[in-house]
């Protein structure tokens, strides 16, 4: 997602060449389909703060998710990097 973000006019260019209709839907925050009628490669940075995905070019990133997953791990990470070597 990061890379998304960090290189938009690249991807913009990309989605100029691949959109059939070029609606463009980005920075919206609700959820995905409070626009009716866009294709979802038409959106870009939407998030949805009910269920705490962001969508990019369509398709979504779940960060709660990701969180959860990061919040699991890091314990255990810190566990190994206590540990002498």
Request: no cysteine; aromatic share 12%; net charge negative.
């Amino acid at each position: 997602m990061l890379n998304n973000f960090e290189h938009f006019d690249e991807q913009i260019d990309k989605w100029f060449a691949t959109s059939t209709n070029r609606i463009h839907v980005d920075r919206i925050i609700g959820p995905a389909n409070v626009i009716g009628g866009v294709a979802p490669i038409d959106m870009f940075r939407v998030f949805d703060p009910t269920t705490a995905e962001v969508v990019f070019w369509g398709e979504p990133y779940p960060l709660k998710t990701i969180m959860d997953e990061v919040t699991r791990l890091y314990p255990l990470a810190r566990a190994q990097g206590d540990k002498p070597a």
